[in-house]
């Protein structure tokens, strides 16, 4: 039986092609006149083709569209995406129907281009000598990035909404630990909420999402839950703990924090820059058009101190908006109604200029931001992405935040997105449809906006007296090593006034059966007390300060279930089903809907009751 | 006399001007490069242009080469870097494509995907990290894990790590297919 490797080595072996020999000639011409040419002059050998070789513009075109020969999803999609996106228009659920007729934009410029190349030297020259990065910064370089797979096309053939060249923040699954092993566990905090929008639109659109899309904790962390308000300080936690639904050996503990809500009336003026992607690919019904729609929700909520700038980037960037007040309505729907989509993305200068325009709006007390709207094409005339996290992280430290918002699907780069607001301790949110606009712009604005805490670290101590194995659920993008727990130069997430954030642990106490086995000769170190799970410990810097504080909790055996909990853990589950896990043996979707319908609770503005018609739709299409 | 003469002997000699030992040594070696750069880059034409740039550089980098290792892993060596930078470039030169409307990229793509008649398995590598793409082309090469890990200047252990990832990543793909 030959593996993978195997076949993909006899695949390049019998693929393999003899050289060109006219080229394999012209190549060694090239060589030995460069080496003699070389020995000629050692001071001045002729450069190497750094820039690309344009054999005239025809060789340059080609060329170029050989570059993007590696985004394998992006090419296999093709024929059918052309054809796939006129039938699935009719369907798209929202966004006014005066966009629909529009086709996607063939554009061939080449002033755009030329000028495209221009920026990405300059650059290079411009960033040569990088701020310091945060340590977080590596850790999201070395993100595993999940290009998309022709395998998507054979699942859905029928409805491909776009050509698809996203991109996924993922990880491998968080394995499970022994307690005797590793009792420590450590993670940021997340109150990011994009994986479950994602998972939404690709249900919606009647196809499962791609497994690495799915984030399990920025799907519990979506819904609002009833946990108390802190009485003293920035945080209150809220621990729980219930019979695991899909194994009767394990147990659900539930660690939550629930963020103040500092008085809205008395919150600081603010001011906003909204940088927004106007390129090309924005014009379609759910990207610039909902943009704009969501922005005009959001206005509504500010305040006459408040100050609203707006910048857009496209081929070129520039400033549509200049600071103005936020009582000056008309002024800024104006601006708003005049943005049309158009030209490549040069997000880089447009980053710039917003920052600039945030300094120029800076005053003492104020709390500025920049609000990054895009489809995630934020590409041409970034030639290293880590540059451009330098230059955000080094922003944030001067004061200004970047918070993104997604729109629209198909070449939504999740992972760039999720990296920059990491860096800009802002939230990454995609907004897919009117109704997620009013959630994330509206309801939950004052979180969005204003910060109560940065570098949120988590960590937990298990007592191996008690607890045999345990497994985080989700939060694979935001573990931490042990050590990063106490050090402050550690990057970590932030939390929003009110925002809630919601980890389980999947626990198998001692005496029951466990997924690995005992070692024999391991030293016993059993003689944690026996009333006590294990110890919490929560660390986070209040806004402007360089040292964190500490918050210590001992976890009681004896924690009971309650209704937030249960409905957390149908929402675990569902995404463990999505992501195809094999933990959850018999259980299934009916099982999921099963749970959430009875802990639904309230549910005011019909968050679960969403969820539950997603688990059904997930049921039914899996059959 | 002269064709007996062992490939990093005459890299030694071309490193000190010889023009003949440099005609022989990549006479030689141009054929294995070639096979290299197709399975590092996974198309002809993408081959071809990678070989182009490693040999119109390899006069300024071969003067800098001392013997300190064998002239096909220091060749690999170079091989390898050449390719990150031209795959940095395509990146930088796709991104700046974005503007010519994907559809139309996308449509020119397919066609040329459709000529090239690749399976999946040549796809598949597209989807790996850089550095598993570069092991897995050492190691698809005939190299052994000791002398891939040489060529990355990496540890013979972590070659055999990430050749376990690849498997992983091409599994998931297949799975992922049926």
Redesign the interface.
């Known amino acids: 039986m030959s593996?993978?490797?195997d076949?993909?080595?006899r695949?390049?072996?019998s693929?393999?092609?003899a050289?060109?020999a006219a080229?394999?000639a012209?190549?060694?011409a090239?060589?030995?006149e460069?080496?003699?040419?070389?020995?000629g002059s050692?001071s001045a050998?002729?450069p190497?083709?750094?820039a690309?070789?344009m054999g005239g513009f025809g060789k340059g075109l080609r060329?170029?569209?050989?570059?993007?020969?590696?985004?394998?999803g992006?090419?296999?999609?093709?024929?059918l995406?052309?054809f796939g996106l006129v039938m699935v228009l009719p369907v798209l659920q929202y966004g006014p129907p005066d966009v629909f007729t529009q086709e996607?934009?063939?554009?061939?410029?080449a002033p755009?281009?030329e000028q495209?190349?221009d920026f990405?030297v300059g650059a290079i020259a411009q960033d040569a000598v990088p701020a310091p990065a945060p340590r977080m910064m590596s850790k999201q370089a070395n993100r595993?990035?999940?290009?998309p797979?022709?395998?998507l096309v054979?699942d859905a053939p029928m409805i491909m909404p776009?050509?698809n060249?996203e991109a996924f923040a993922s990880a491998p699954e968080n394995s499970l630990k022994v307690t005797s092993e590793t009792p420590v566990s450590t993670f940021s905090v997340d109150v990011d909420t994009a994986s479950y929008a994602i998972v939404r639109a690709s249900l919606m659109n009647g196809q499962f999402p791609q497994k690495a899309a799915v984030r399990i904790e920025e799907m519990v962390n979506y819904f609002p839950y009833d946990y108390a308000a802190p009485e003293s300080g920035a945080f209150a936690t809220s621990l729980a703990m219930m019979q695991t639904p899909w194994n009767e050996n394990t147990q659900l503990l539930r660690i939550a924090l629930q963020g103040e809500m500092p008085e809205i009336e008395a919150r600081p003026p603010l001011n906003l820059v909204f940088l927004i992607d106007t390129?090309?690919?924005m014009n379609q019904p759910n990207k610039l058009p909902l943009l704009k729609q969501s922005l005009r929700l959001m206005l509504g909520q500010l305040r006459a101190q408040d100050q609203v700038a707006i910048v857009a980037y496209?081929?070129s960037a520039g400033q549509v908006l200049e600071p103005t007040a936020a009582s000056e309505r008309d002024v800024i729907l104006g601006a708003l109604d005049r943005l049309a989509a158009g030209?490549?993305?040069n997000g880089q200068a447009g980053l710039r200029q917003a920052y600039a325009l945030a300094d120029q709006m800076q005053e003492e007390g104020d709390v500025s931001r920049v609000l990054l709207a895009t489809d995630g094409?934020f590409?041409?005339?970034?030639?290293n992405p880590d540059t451009l996290k330098d230059y955000i992280a080094e922003k944030r430290d001067s004061g200004t935040f970047l918070s993104v918002l997604g729109f629209g699907r198909g070449?939504l780069d999740d992972a760039t997105m999720q990296a920059l607001a990491q860096n800009g301790n802002g939230q990454a949110s995609y907004i897919d449809s009117l109704p997620e606009a009013q959630k994330v712009l509206v309801d939950q604005l004052t979180g969005v906006l204003f910060p109560i805490a940065s570098d949120v670290k988590v960590q937990v101590e298990f007592n191996p007296a008690t607890v045999a194995e345990y497994r985080l659920i989700g939060y694979e993008t935001r573990a931490l090593a042990r050590e990063d727990f106490n050090n402050d130069k550690v990057d970590a997430g932030d939390i929003g006034a009110g925002h809630q954030v919601t980890a389980l642990y999947e626990i198998t106490p001692v005496g029951n059966e466990t997924q690995v086995d005992a070692l024999r000769y391991s030293a016993e170190t059993s003689d944690g007390p026996n009333d006590e799970l294990g110890f919490f410990k929560l660390r986070y810097k209040a806004p402007g300060q360089a040292e964190s504080q500490l918050i210590e909790k001992a976890i009681s055996t004896t924690l009971a279930p309650d209704r937030e909990l249960e409905f957390a853990a149908a929402i675990s589950g569902f995404g463990e089903l999505l992501r195809g896990s094999e933990r959850l043996g018999v259980w299934n979707y009916s099982d999921a809907v099963s749970i959430a319908t009875a802990s639904r609770g309230e549910d005011t503005f019909g968050y679960r009751a969403e969820a539950i018609r997603l688990m059904r739709l997930a049921a039914s299409l899996s059959e | 006399m002269r064709m007996n003469t062992g490939d990093t002997e005459l890299a030694m000699a071309?490193a000190g001007?010889d023009?003949k030992a440099?005609?022989i040594l990549?006479?030689r070696s141009?054929?294995r490069l070639?096979?290299l750069c197709?399975?590092l880059m996974?198309?002809?034409?993408?081959?071809?242009?990678l070989?182009?740039?490693i040999?119109?550089?390899?006069?300024?980098k071969?003067?800098r080469f001392e013997g300190g290792s064998q002239f096909s892993t220091w060749l690999y060596r170079v091989a390898v870097n050449a390719a990150h930078?031209r795959?940095?470039?395509?990146?930088?030169?796709?991104?700046?494509?974005?503007?010519?409307?994907?559809?139309?990229?996308?449509?020119?793509?397919?066609n040329?995907?459709q000529a090239d008649a690749?399976?999946?398995?040549?796809?598949?590598?597209?989807?790996l990290?850089d550095d598993l793409r570069d092991t897995?082309a050492l190691?698809?090469d005939e190299m052994n894990h000791r002398e891939a890990g040489a060529v990355l200047g990496v540890s013979e252990g972590t070659v055999s790590w990430r050749?376990s990832e690849?498997?992983k990543h091409?599994?998931a793909?297949?799975e992922?297919?049926q």
């Open positions: 593996d993978e490797f076949d993909l080595k695949a390049f072996d693929a393999m092609p050289p060109d080229k394999r012209a190549n060694l090239l060589a030995q460069n080496f003699a040419a070389l020995q050692p050998p002729r190497i083709s750094d690309p070789k060329t170029m569209f050989d570059a993007l020969s590696s985004k394998a992006l090419t296999a999609t093709t024929a995406a052309a996607p934009a063939v554009m061939i410029e755009i281009m495209a190349e990405a595993t990035r999940v290009a797979t022709a395998g054979a776009e050509a060249t390129s090309g690919s496209a081929g030209g490549g993305t094409d590409n041409v005339g970034l030639s070449n | 071309a001007g023009a440099f005609a990549l006479e141009y054929d070639f096979g197709f399975r996974g198309s002809r034409a993408e081959a071809e242009d070989c182009q740039d040999c119109a550089a390899l006069p300024t071969l003067a930078d795959r940095r470039r395509a990146v930088t030169r796709a991104k700046a494509s974005q503007g010519w409307g994907d559809w139309e990229v996308n449509r020119t793509e397919v040329k995907e690749q399976d999946w398995l040549m796809q598949a590598i597209g989807t990290p897995v190691v698809m050749m690849v498997k091409l599994k793909i297949k992922s297919e």
